[in-house]
């Protein structure tokens, strides 16, 4: 159940954790563009403010030329209109920005003006660029609010300078008159990028040129905006977010104000047009980030689907295996606690045979008889023996066989489990030999299981040993510590499709040769079993006609001293 909900838990956290990489991405790749739009838009205001700083310090520094030359124009006794028309004119040439320069004397009567060598006559008395310079001696240059011109459809913006006489008294005032068609050439230079709008304004709010379609917005008193209202107040330049005044498109604004002189560059753009790249970011990374979540939903319900199938298919496994573990533990019991009723009646039968042929009680009266007394014996002990091997199968199984460990001597307890075997190899003409260059070792076991594993391995290897062959039992110390006992023969051997079958129970090699030396199939499990209840492990090494050897390993807790006395002594 934990693990079924684990499976929609991970789903849900990468789901979230995809999201949460889209959302990441999303606010910083937003937060990039928008300073990347800011700073780029200061930067072009400022370029824009640099230059109209040297367009109005241009038409000054010709202004001042002007306001110098009235003094040698006045002097001169040839003057005329004529004169000062070619004066100014002069003059004049060297500003692209200036359409025209006039005098205008104490009266605000115009003297001479570059625009025509007779002009007509125009009186400035009642107009600020003239009233601004006699009422204070120090205004320096003005720049008037821009107005329409009389002759054509522009707009002009009056600049003007006051001429003072060489005793410092008012003398006059030279005026300039700045071209804004000049103005709006420069502004569209500086719209570089679709929806970018530039402006240039009067300190007090007038518009004094914008492109594009500046005729919508030239002489616009612009004062309550928030770039008059609050911004500029604030600090000369800077950045805000707002609201177009007439399109009320959501835009961003920079702006600077020109250093010396009473105008404001200012550059803006459209918030859409600015996003424009980040939305089509969103879309991409949006959609890849759907699909990334929605194939994750997917392959979480597969998952959850086939974990719970998987989940169906253990249950069903495990209850099978309690299954067969409870049948075979009911069968391993069975057969432990029939050890009495199955031993019994198999002694009596064997006890029985041997005092019939041993004639006790009397002879037996025929000779055949007797032979058949010596098959019932054979058969008899032959039928113990694997009743013997089924019961302690059953007991191991049932793990009712209880180990009483003592420390054994292992090269004399070979030699016992040699001579226990020896007449029957002597009968069927087969050597059994101890191979006495192993070290002298006690190893703590079982006497009852290690004498069992001997004599099973020994026997087993006399069975499937043609005569005149050889037997040989040995013992040697591994790399580890462990003991490693070997039983070596030079019998028929077995593939190695056979070496994995006889160790399971009732598992025999070749059909042929286990009903030919009546093997049971029970000796090397048994012998498996026993070596695992001490720790260790049986392994078969052999090749069909080249002989078996097979090693049990004990690990190395079980050898607990050495016996060099006692070898020695076996030795001699």
Not at 93 to 117: H, K
Not at 284 to 303: E, N, P, S, Y
Not at 499 to 518: D, E, I, K, W, Y
């Amino acid at each position: 159940m934990r693990q079924r909900l684990l499976i929609p838990g991970v789903g849900i956290l990468f789901a979230a954790a995809v999201a949460s990489a889209f959302g990441l991405d999303a606010i910083t790749s937003y937060r990039e563009r928008v300073e990347a739009v800011e700073r780029e838009t200061r930067n072009m205001a400022a370029l824009l403010a640099d230059q109209a700083r040297q367009l109005v310090s241009g038409t000054d520094q010709t202004l001042r030329v002007a306001v110098l030359a009235y003094d040698d124009w006045l002097n001169d006794p040839r003057r005329s209109t004529e004169t000062g028309y070619r004066m100014l004119k002069s003059i004049e040439g060297g500003s692209d920005a200036v359409d025209s320069l006039n005098w205008f004397d104490t009266r605000g009567e115009r003297v001479a003006s570059s625009s025509a060598s007779a002009p007509p006559p125009l009186n400035i008395r009642d107009r600020e660029p003239f009233h601004v310079h006699t009422e204070r001696a120090n205004v320096g240059m003005f720049m008037a609010s821009p107005l329409q011109a009389r002759t054509r459809d522009d707009l002009i913006a009056v600049v003007s300078r006051r001429i003072d006489s060489p005793h410092g008294e008012f003398a006059g005032v030279a005026t300039a008159i700045l071209n804004m068609s000049y103005l709006q050439q420069v502004l569209r230079r500086y719209r570089t990028l679709a929806g970018v709008h530039v402006s240039l304004y009067m300190r007090n709010g007038l518009y004094v040129a914008h492109y594009p379609n500046p005729e919508s917005r030239m002489g616009r008193d612009n004062a309550h905006t928030q770039l008059f209202r609050e911004e500029l107040p604030k600090a000369e330049s800077g950045t805000y977010h707002g609201f177009a005044q007439v399109s009320r498109e959501h835009r961003i604004f920079s702006y600077q104000a020109v250093t010396g002189y009473p105008l404001v560059a200012q550059v803006s753009m459209s918030r859409a047009t600015a996003l424009a790249p980040w939305y089509n970011r969103i879309r991409l990374t949006g959609g890849l980030a759907v699909l990334a979540i929605a194939a994750a939903a997917v392959a979480t319900a597969l998952i959850y689907r086939q974990t719970r199938r998987l989940d169906a298919e253990r249950q069903r496994a495990v209850d099978a295996q309690f299954a067969a573990e409870d049948a075979s533990r009911s069968k391993s019991e069975f057969l432990a606690h029939m050890s009495h009723e199955l031993r019994t009646p198999m002694n009596a039968v064997i006890g029985f045979t041997e005092m019939m042929t041993k004639e006790v009680f009397g002879p037996i009266g025929s000779a055949k008889y007797r032979e058949y007394l010596a098959d019932i014996a054979m058969s008899g002990q032959h039928l113990l023996h694997v009743v013997n091997s089924v019961l302690d199968l059953a007991k191991v199984e049932a793990g009712k066989w209880e180990m009483e460990e003592e420390p054994v001597p292992l090269a004399a307890f070979c030699v016992s489990t040699a001579q226990m075997v020896r007449e029957r190899a002597r009968a069927a003409s087969i050597t059994v030999d101890i191979d006495r260059s192993g070290p002298p070792v006690i190893v703590r076991a079982d006497p009852r299981l290690l004498r069992q594993i001997l004599l099973n391995l020994v026997i087993n290897s006399i069975k499937f040993t043609e005569a005149g062959g050889r037997v040989s039992l040995g013992w040697s110390l591994r790399e580890d510590g462990g003991l490693a006992l070997e039983v070596r023969d030079t019998g028929v051997g077995m593939s190695a499709e056979d070496a994995n079958r006889v160790l399971q129970p009732f598992g025999c090699g070749s059909a042929l040769l286990a009903r030919t030396r009546h093997e049971t199939g029970l000796g090397l499990p048994l012998c498996k079993r026993f070596a695992e209840m001490h720790g260790g492990s049986l392994a078969i090494a052999s090749a069909l006609g080249q002989g078996t050897r097979v090693t049990v390993s004990f690990p190395k807790e079980r050898v607990v001293a050495s016996a060099p006395a006692r070898s020695a002594a076996l030795a001699a």
